[in-house]
Structure formats: structure tokens, C-alpha cells
């Protein structure tokens, strides 16, 4: 038996020092997840679910009710460990859901079986039944009765205590607990021979006698049920024998109710964790029942006091989450199969949940005001958390996380989060009504499903074997029973007064009879002689005995040394074999203890290993995230490139094609000077040849130079103005935000120019160098920048932006745009003066001619900027001068 001991603890390694229960951690169930389709309240009514097959459903939306995506009707399937149809009997669905938690609840684990719909789904009655049609909750309580009824344990052998544990009590402490309890005026809980209540008696009256196989025939049992509520996040207990009263307004000091709704809810119960941390209501009443009726009176006692209401979906909706919990305590007999093992170690409590959960509701479809406004409140937060606590727990599994569950957020979640950690099955059955205005709520119910088959549980281990010998109950009683039979075929006890009696009466039987000892006359010589020769012969008789009996105690004196000899020799026989036996023990012991310590040390090394393998694994975790960090930026960095080779090949075709205009602009701009030139050349030739055809005595007058020679003109490059002419006024330029208040910023090293156009702005504050003070009282600035341009000649710009206050309380300025002022010259040289003598040689002549020639070759392109016209600029062609 010790390999398979040392097996399940190799596996029950714990993943904390925290001291829990034995789990197995490998091995995982997920949580079943049942369909049930009530059938619809009228022929005529219309349908949203359809029943696919065993395991899925189809739900679509009604008629007027359509779900718009790609203009599509959207039906959606869900699929279920089992699904049940509106024909579907509550025997058929207890066999396939509820059955195989009453198997595991007699053979020591844990079990949670509960119903989740809306309101009017058939959660109720899935729980309870109907008259006629029992519902699960009976049909366990009969099961487990029809497997445990000829071994259950008398009343109070079994005790609870106020900290989750059981107890075993004597025979004596049992039997006073009886007594106190028969002598007590309170009402008792109904024995069998006791009428059943017809209000609850067709409910129970299940005539499938439905028991569990293999039950362990050499324990003794005893059942435990409690019933309680949570209302408004508060637990009640619904056996207690004290009044119970409805929640009482708030009073102020005037004696009257308060007036904005604040009720003081009455003493609830509270949660505790146990030693084992399990979760348990303290004070929590708990009745030792002995039969189906018993236990399910006790259960109509407190559903008569669960808060129910009436509302626009159900006329008796229920307005709190029930719990009804079947508690199993279990022990062995000893060796003998008399009485019950009362070490603790030996002692089996397992717990059977049947949660009977309130119904989601909309309140603008149930109308609900005041309490009803509350309560489904209170319903719709709890069932909220309890999702929530399962999509962290799937995220936990299946994304490998370590995220808190918030099961504390309400009490419900809180009472059964053991059974979420690995301490029994959990079952849900969900509840749905197919008809079309529970489509939207029916739809949610769904999803919760879908999500929640996907929660894996620790599946609990087995508990321990016990070490006595098997059967020993049924050998004890066929003992006693075979014991009976023959004290009654010998027609009683035998007892050693009445043996010895026999032995005297034998005795006297081997004696001759006594003759008659009465003498009638003197003369009488015969009775007397008679009397002595039959005391002779009897004193003979008796010394005849007296010797065979000194033989036989001589002989028995024989035996009985032969006896003790050979007891000796047995028992020396029997030390030395257990002299060996006790060898072989201890060395099999050493054995253990070897196994053990090896045990440990294995332990240990696979905590380690699952330590270092939970180190490597979330190293593996963030590598991965850095893989997958590096090789996002990666993704970005090309993309990047990408759009940087889009954006330089933009600008490459950009500069290309301008480059392409300015060759084409410098083309036809050399094209138009080459034409320029030829057209002077020929001019030239003209000129030359009529200067050649005509005769040398008369001298060619120039008709277009007349006017010249009669008024000559002088010729400079900037010629100054003349003295009687009136001064010229300069031309300012207008800004065009002349309004605004300006900072106008000329550096000291600006140089003046005597151009016609100048900048003014009004109202503008002149300063050398910019100032926060300056800042601070204008919105506008602008500044004067001068440089040199590639042909020599000195370029203004003025260089605009707007003032604004930054958070720190400065100012700043962003520029906006910049204006050019620039200066150019219509030829690249100095022209010539004209002499003041009109009589000029002809050589002189020929040069003022070259002159005009010059002057008018200048050839005239508008480009865009120029200010001799909207989008124009003046740009000379000087002519090359003949060498």
C-alpha cells in the first residue's frame, strides 16, 4: 500500500507554504456548462432558440429585430456539454447533471451545482420541481438517503462545531444529547412514522430509488443540511428559529422615517475561513436529518421565509440567491465493527451546493421601483462579479497571468471561491426562455456560458484508504446473529450455578436410594442392619469415585504440565518469530524512512525545477515581448524608410522637373540673346553697308540722331538731380497689418538705402534688439535683415511673426512670412556722359552711337515677384560692346 501513498504525495507537492488541501495540480476539468430550454407559455407565442442537436443551440433574432452588420441576419450557435429541450423530464436531466455530484458527495468530495438565467427562465423549478415532478434538489436528497440508509449513525454521534470541523462523540454523550433533545418543548423535525405534509409530499414521492454503487459498507454516516439566503449582498440564515423581520426604514430624531430611501438591513451572517481555508457562514443553523422527508421539510421551513416578489416578467420572482447546502460526515468502525473511530484524521466532510441564483432583469422592462429598484441592483452587481471572476480566472489559465480573482467583491463569489481554487466539481445548468422578448437578456446568458466552459478547475484528490480490514461490519453482525440462534436453540443462556447443579444431580444418581430410616417397633432388626449396608455401600461408591477422581486430577496435573511445556515451547517458538518479524519490521521501517527522506528530497527538487522552470518561463515570457517589441520597431523603422524613399524620391522628381523648367527658362533665355546678337550684327552690316554704297563727299545724316546733336544731353550712370527741380518725396510701402501693434527690430548694423520704397509700419515700437518688455506690448514683430546678393547689390528682407504668451509667463514669437526688398541695376556697367561740346569727332560720334546701341539692346522678361506688374520682375540683357 505505501508506493501508491508515496505516489499521491509525489503529486499533492504544494505550490505554496500556505497549508491547503491536497490537489492534484496537473490534472484540470473544466466546468460543465448545461442547457435548458423551458417551453413557451402559449402555442402562438414566438420562438428566438431552436434546439440544433444534443450540445447546440441557435439563437437569431425575432421578427422587427434585426442585427445590421453588412446588411446580413445574424444567427449565432452556442454550444454546450449537454443541451435539454422544452420535452425534456427532471428525471433525465438529475441522471445526466446532478447524479454524478451525489456519487462523488458519499464518496468524500465536493460538489456546486447551480442554475443562471433571467427572470421566467425555470430556475426554480429546475431546483425544486412541482407537485408530481421533483425538481434536483429532492431527488438528491432521496439518492443520497437510499445509499446511506442501513449505515447511518445514530443522532448526535456525528457534532459540528462553530469552526467548519466534525466531531465524533461517545455512545454516552450521544445518548444524553438524545435525551436533552426528547426532553426539549420545541418542536422536532418528523420521524418516519410522523405524516408527511401534503403541501411538499407529491414533490418527494420519487419512486426511482436511485442509489449509489459500492458504497463503503464499513463507515457510518450521518447528513447535515443548512439553508440560507443573500439578499441585498447580505446572508441570512433561513432555519433560524428567531422572528423573522422585513428591513426597517432609518428613523431621525423627529421619529420619522427618513425620506431618502436608507434602510438599515437587518443582522446578516458573516463569512470565515476555516483551518483548511474553506469559506463557512458562522451561526449558521445546521439540522441532522435521517431521511428524505425529514431533510425536505427542514427545506420548505426556510423557502417560506425567502424573499419573493411580484413583477412584470414573473408573478413570484426571487429576489435573492438561495443556497442550500447538504453537509456529509462519514467515519469508520473499528476493528471490531461495533463502534465509530473518533480520531479526527478518520473523519470525512464533504459538501453539496445547490445554488439557486436570482434572475437578471432589466428594470425598464420589469418596471421596478423603490425595494424591487434595489434588489435587482443588488442581483445584477453580484452576477456581474461573478463574471468577472471567471474571465480573470480564464485569462489566469490561458494566458499563463497571475491577476487577483476579485472574488470578495460580493458575497457570493466569496462563499464558493474553494470551489473555483480546486476543491470540487462545479457544475451550472442554464436556464433559457425562448421566447422573443428575452432575446437581448437570453443573448447575454449565453455569451456568460460561452465564456465560462472555457474556466478549467483542479480536479480534488481522492481521500485516504483506510488501513482496517474490510467487511468487518457484516462479519460482526452475522457473528451475533449466528450467536443468538444458537442461545435460542438451547433454549437460553447457560450460567455455572445451574452446570454445577447438573454436576450434584449426576452424582446423586450413581448412589444406591436410601432405605425408609423410621422405626415403628423396638423389636424391629431389620431397618437398622439395611441403613448401615447401604451407607457401606455408598461410603464405598464414594471411595471408589474419590480414587478415580484422584487419577483424573493426577492425569489432568499430566496434561496440564505437558501442556504448559509445549505453551512454553510455542512461546518461545512464537518470540523468536516475532523476535524475526520485529527485525523484519524495523528494517522496513528504515526502509520507509529512507523512502521518505527520498520522498522529501524529490519534493524538494521539483519544487525547484518548478521554480526555476517559472523563472524560465516568464524569462521566456518578457523575451518574447522583447522579440516582439524589437521586431514592432523594426516594422516601424521600415516603414520609415519606406516613407523617407517615397518622400526623397518626391523631392528627387521634384527637383527634377524644376530644374528641367530653369534649363528650359535658360534656353529660350540664351536663345532670345543670340537672337539679339544676330539682329545687332545685321544692323551693323545694313549700317555698314550703306556706309560703304554711299559717296565718301557727302556725309550720312543720322534722321534718329538729329534731335540729339541740336540738344545734347549728359549721360551718367546716377545722374544727380537738378537744383531747380522740386525734391522728390519717398514712396512708403503699407504693411498690410498696419492696425496691429508692431515691434519693429532694426539692428544697428543695417546700412541705409536711398530707395524710393521703404517699410513703415504705425504704431510700431523701434528697437535695436528684441526685448521681453517690447514683446509683452504688441502682438506683431518684425525684423530687418540685410545681405549680399550674388550680383553684388544689397538685399532687405523683412522677416514677420506673431507674439504670443507662452505657459511659463515669457513670450515667443513664430515666424509666418518674409517680404524681399532688393535692389538691381538695369546694365551691369557704368554708362557713358555725353560731352558738353557739341562739335564731337567722329570717332566720338561712332562711340555714342555704340552707346545707344547698347543702351538699346536690353532685352525685357517678366517673371514672377516683379513689381512692374501683378507676378513680374525686370531683368536686363546687356549687350556685349564690339571690341
Request: with cysteine.
Amino acid at each position: 500500500m505505501w508506493p501508491r501513498d508515496m505516489k499521491a504525495a509525489r503529486t499533492r507537492t504544494p505550490r505554496r507554504p500556505v497549508p491547503k488541501k491536497p490537489s492534484n495540480p496537473c490534472v484540470r476539468d473544466p466546468v460543465g456548462v448545461y442547457c435548458r430550454v423551458r417551453p413557451l407559455s402559449r402555442p402562438d407565442q414566438e420562438c428566438c432558440i431552436e434546439v440544433i442537436d444534443e450540445t447546440t443551440v441557435q439563437i437569431h433574432p425575432p421578427e422587427g429585430y434585426r442585427i445590421f452588420r453588412n446588411g446580413e441576419y445574424r444567427e449565432t450557435q452556442y454550444s454546450f456539454k449537454e443541451v435539454f429541450g422544452a420535452l425534456v423530464v427532471q428525471k433525465q436531466l438529475f441522471d445526466v447533471v446532478a447524479k454524478p455530484l451525489v456519487e462523488d458527495l458519499i464518496r468524500g468530495r465536493n460538489g456546486l451545482l447551480f442554475t443562471y438565467g433571467v427572470t421566467g427562465s425555470g430556475k426554480t423549478h429546475t431546483m425544486t420541481g412541482s407537485p408530481g415532478d421533483g425538481g434536483l434538489l429532492p431527488r438528491c436528497l432521496d439518492m443520497i438517503f437510499n445509499s446511506i440508509g442501513p449505515f447511518q449513525a445514530k443522532r448526535f454521534v456525528f457534532k459540528l462545531d462553530d469552526k467548519n470541523g466534525v466531531e465524533v462523540q461517545c455512545e454516552v454523550d450521544a445518548l444524553l444529547e438524545r435525551q436533552k433533545r426528547d426532553a426539549m418543548p420545541i418542536p422536532k423535525t418528523p420521524s418516519g412514522k410522523r405524516q408527511i405534509d401534503p403541501e411538499f409530499a407529491d414533490m418527494i414521492n420519487v419512486q426511482d430509488h436511485c442509489k449509489v454503487e459500492d458504497v463503503d459498507e464499513d463507515n457510518v454516516y450521518s447528513v447535515f443540511v443548512s439553508y440560507i439566503e443573500i439578499y441585498n449582498n447580505y446572508i441570512y440564515d433561513l432555519l433560524e428559529e428567531a422572528p423573522f423581520e422585513p428591513i426597517k426604514p432609518k428613523w431621525n430624531n423627529c421619529n420619522t422615517p427618513v425620506r431618502n430611501g436608507d434602510f438599515i438591513p437587518p443582522q446578516s451572517k458573516v463569512l470565515r475561513e476555516d483551518q483548511n481555508h474553506n469559506m463557512y457562514v458562522t451561526g449558521c443553523t445546521e439540522v441532522e436529518v435521517k431521511s428524505t422527508e425529514e431533510a425536505f421539510e427542514v427545506f420548505w421551513r426556510g423557502q417560506k421565509k425567502r424573499r419573493i416578489a411580484n413583477t412584470q416578467l414573473n408573478r413570484e420572482s426571487s429576489r435573492s440567491h438561495s443556497v442550500f447546502m447538504i453537509k456529509l460526515a462519514q467515519a469508520p468502525l473499528d476493528a471490531d465493527g461495533d463502534n465509530v473511530l473518533q480520531e479526527k484524521e478518520q473523519i470525512t466532510l464533504s459538501q453539496l451546493s445547490l445554488v439557486d441564483l436570482a434572475g437578471s432583469e432589466r428594470t425598464n422592462r420589469t418596471k421596478a421601483e423603490g425595494n424591487r429598484l434595489r434588489e435587482a441592483g443588488n442581483i445584477n452587481q453580484s452576477l456581474m462579479t461573478l463574471r468577472t471572476c471567471l474571465e480573470v480566472l480564464r485569462e489566469n489559465q490561458m494566458c499563463g497571468t497571475n491577476k487577483m480573482v476579485p472574488y470578495r467583491d460580493c458575497k457570493l463569489t466569496h462563499l464558493f471561491k474553494n470551489y473555483f481554487d480546486g476543491e470540487g466539481k462545479v457544475r451550472m445548468i442554464v436556464c433559457v426562455n425562448p421566447k422573443a422578448e428575452d432575446y437581448e437578456e437570453s443573448l447575454q446568458v449565453m455569451r456568460f456560458a460561452e465564456m465560462a466552459q472555457e474556466v478549467e478547475v483542479a480536479r480534488p484528490a481522492d481521500r485516504p484508504i483506510c488501513a482496517l480490514t474490510p467487511g468487518r461490519r457484516f462479519r460482526n453482525q452475522a457473528f451475533r446473529e449466528e450467536l443468538q440462534r444458537k442461545l435460542e436453540m438451547r433454549g437460553g443462556p447457560i450460567n455455572e450455578e445451574t452446570e454445577e447443579q447438573a454436576v450434584s444431580e449426576l452424582l446423586l444418581q450413581n448412589f444406591p436410594p436410601l432405605p425408609s430410616c423410621e422405626l415403628l417397633d423396638i423389636n424391629d432388626d431389620q431397618t437398622l442392619p439395611k441403613l448401615i449396608e447401604v451407607l457401606e455401600k455408598r461410603h464405598k461408591i464414594r471411595q471408589l469415585l474419590s480414587e478415580e477422581i484422584a487419577k483424573t486430577v493426577r492425569a489432568f496435573k499430566t496434561a496440564l504440565q505437558e501442556f504448559e511445556s509445549s505453551v512454553a515451547s510455542k512461546e518461545n517458538y512464537v518470540q523468536g518469530k516475532l523476535s524475526e518479524k520485529e527485525k523484519t519490521i524495523a528494517g522496513q521501517k528504515m526502509e520507509l524512512e529512507r523512502l521518505e527522506k527520498k520522498i522529501k528530497t524529490l519534493e524538494y527538487k521539483i519544487h525547484i525545477l518548478e521554480k526555476t522552470t517559472t523563472i524560465y518561463e516568464e524569462d521566456k515570457r518578457n523575451l518574447q515581448q522583447e522579440l516582439e517589441s524589437k521586431s514592432q520597431q523594426l516594422q516601424r523603422q521600415a516603414s520609415d524608410k519606406c516613407r523617407m524613399e517615397a518622400r526623397l524620391q518626391g523631392m528627387v522628381t521634384e527637383t527634377s522637373v524644376k530644374w528641367e523648367k530653369e534649363c528650359e527658362r535658360r534656353v529660350a533665355a540664351k536663345q532670345l540673346e543670340m537672337q539679339n546678337k544676330l539682329w545687332v550684327k545685321d544692323e551693323k552690316l545694313k549700317q555698314l553697308k550703306a556706309i560703304v554704297t554711299e559717296p565718301k563727299n557727302e556725309k550720312p545724316e543720322r534722321p534718329s540722331r538729329v534731335r540729339d546733336r541740336e540738344k545734347p544731353v549728359q549721360r551718367s550712370v546716377s545722374p544727380p538731380p537738378a537744383p531747380s527741380a522740386p525734391p522728390v518725396r519717398l514712396r512708403h510701402r503699407r504693411s498690410r497689418s498696419a492696425g496691429e501693434r508692431w515691434v519693429d527690430h532694426k539692428p544697428p548694423s543695417n546700412v541705409p538705402t536711398e530707395t524710393v520704397m521703404q517699410p513703415q509700419v504705425p504704431h510700431a515700437i523701434t528697437v535695436a534688439a528684441a526685448s521681453e518688455k517690447a514683446l509683452a506690448k504688441c502682438d506683431k514683430y518684425m525684423l530687418t535683415h540685410q545681405e549680399l546678393a550674388s550680383d553684388g547689390e544689397i538685399e532687405t528682407k523683412l522677416i514677420k511673426g506673431d507674439v504670443f504668451k507662452t505657459r511659463g509667463g515669457g513670450q515667443a514669437v513664430q515666424f509666418t512670412e518674409i517680404e524681399t526688398l532688393k535692389q538691381e541695376s538695369p546694365t551691369g556697367r557704368k554708362r557713358r556722359s555725353s560731352p558738353s561740346n557739341p562739335d564731337q569727332p567722329e570717332d566720338a560720334a561712332d562711340s555714342e552711337w555704340t552707346d545707344v546701341e547698347t543702351r538699346c539692346s536690353v532685352a525685357v522678361e517678366m517673371r514672377a515677384g516683379s513689381a512692374l506688374g501683378p507676378g513680374y520682375q525686370h531683368h536686363a540683357q546687356p549687350k556685349r560692346r564690339k571690341p
